[in-house]
């Protein structure tokens, strides 16, 4: 799960709209290598949450013994060794790291979350978790212009949710890229269990280097994974460049990701490697300011943290409501120390945000290249932010209500 801004880009005929989640970057970039080797020098001995994620490994692994047999039990074995030796040996993440990693989490997380793979967007606040899922999808698809595109890329396109939506909407052929086999694998599952086979197909690769040729795209989505494909600062641009690349000329992108402006403290940056397995430095990005060298020219950006908030409180929700079976497979303890990572997210998320504001706001502007405040101070003058409603914001209750509610049609 993530958070989001989102943004726009054009270059020579060639727009990119890019919807970003969480907090929009700034100066001060820390790559992951410098990162992870000082946290390795910090302490000689083992972390306090190894334990945890021993014991934590051992009970996902019984559970997918009894659930999915000696086969299922291979899969998850491959999946956390795969995770964890790259970040002990190499002192990071890697691609395939990553890729590891959800291989590990994709069922668990199908099981309590649902098939999207992104923080719902809770544009009015008082959206079901799954109205607020789609939401942010259609964000990114209205950015990236796919009403009128033929050819769609998904990069990180997880098991194909999102994929399957724009397709049915839209109408267009959507391929998406994904560097999980566990999830490339599901995805096709899920594709052919909605009848879309000829209109969606969902394939393993790298998006740092993209088996297409030039051009072959009329609009990319993008959403919410950046942050896991690009685990040194040097990906971000090679991301970008292959966008540029694969998009036709007249293309757009549809971008979203979380992106912070300062690097968190330690006790934070524990909080969201748990969660998100990234580190708080490998966030610090100015994803406009990257699609601006690589061609592009940004033609939306907007922070849109404060609407993605509410997914965490759902998730709590989702976990507290099936508290046996949470227990049941992971164990007490750890059930407590992930409730209290998920409490704990919202706080660091607020608490590294940019300014609140939409990209027309003047106040904004000075984060926009240069050439495009002027049409930054049009667009304010034809659509002023709307101011808060705090009537809007809801409670615990009434999240848990809509879980309730969603759980009886599971």
């Known amino acids: 799960m993530r958070s989001s801004g989102w943004l726009g880009a054009r270059w020579s005929g060639r727009s990119v709209s890019l ?44 559970t997918t013994w009894r659930e999915s047999g000696l086969a299922g039990c291979a899969r998850k074995l491959r999946a956390a060794v795969g995770m964890r030796l790259p970040v002990l040996v190499c002192g990071r993440r890697t691609a395939r790291s990553v890729g590891a990693y959800f291989d590990l989490i994709t069922d668990d997380a199908r099981l309590f979350y649902g098939d999207s793979f992104h923080l ?38 997880g098991i194909a949710a999102p994929a399957l939506r724009i397709a049915r ?29 000829e209109r969606v197909f969902v394939q393993r690769g ?34 970008v460049g292959e966008f540029f690349r694969v998009l036709r000329p007249g293309g757009h992108v549809g971008f979203s990701d979380l992106a912070l402006r300062a690097r968190p403290s330690p006790a934070d940056d524990r909080t969201l490697r748990a969660v998100l397995y990234h580190s708080g430095a490998e966030l610090v990005t100015d994803w406009p300011a990257i699609f601006a060298r690589h061609g592009f020219r940004v033609v939306e950006c907007r922070d849109l943290i404060t609407e993605t908030l509410p997914t965490w409180d759902h998730a709590r929700a989702v976990y507290e409501q099936r508290d046996g079976e949470v227990t049941r497979r992971y164990g ?20 590294h945000r940019s300014p609140r504001g939409d990209s027309a706001d003047p106040r904004r502007a000075r984060h926009l290249p240069r050439a495009l405040r002027p049409q930054a101070e049009q667009r304010q003058r034809l659509n002023p932010p709307r101011a808060a409603n705090r009537s809007e914001r809801r409670s615990l209750r009434e999240v848990r209500q809509d879980v309730d509610n969603l759980l009886r049609h599971v």
Do not use: M
């Open 120 to 157: 719902g967007y809770f544009r009015r606040g008082g959206e079901s978790l799954g109205e607020a899922l789609d939401a942010h999808t259609d964000l990114v698809a209205e950015l990236a212009r796919v009403k009128a595109a033929g050819q769609v890329l998904d990069v990180g396109c």
């Open 19 to 62: 919807d970003g989640t969480g907090v929009e970057g700034s100066a001060g970039h820390v790559t992951a290598r410098r990162f992870w080797a000082t946290r390795r020098t910090e302490s000689s001995g083992p972390r306090p949450d190894q334990k945890g994620e021993t014991e934590l490994a051992a009970r996902v692994l019984v």
């Open 206 to 239: 790298d998006a740092r280097a993209l088996e297409f040729p030039d051009g072959s795209f009329d609009a990319i989505v993008c959403l919410e994974a950046a942050g896991d494909i690009c685990v040194t600062e040097a990906d971000k641009g090679r991301l």
């Open 332 to 351: 007490q303890g750890l059930v407590d120390r992930v409730a209290a990572r998920l409490e704990g997210i919202p706080r660091i998320l607020a608490a």
């Open 169 to 197: 909407l839209y109408g267009c052929r959507v391929t998406g890229v994904n560097i999980s086999r566990e999830q490339v694998r599901q995805g096709r599952e899920l594709i052919a269990a909605r009848g879309l086979s």
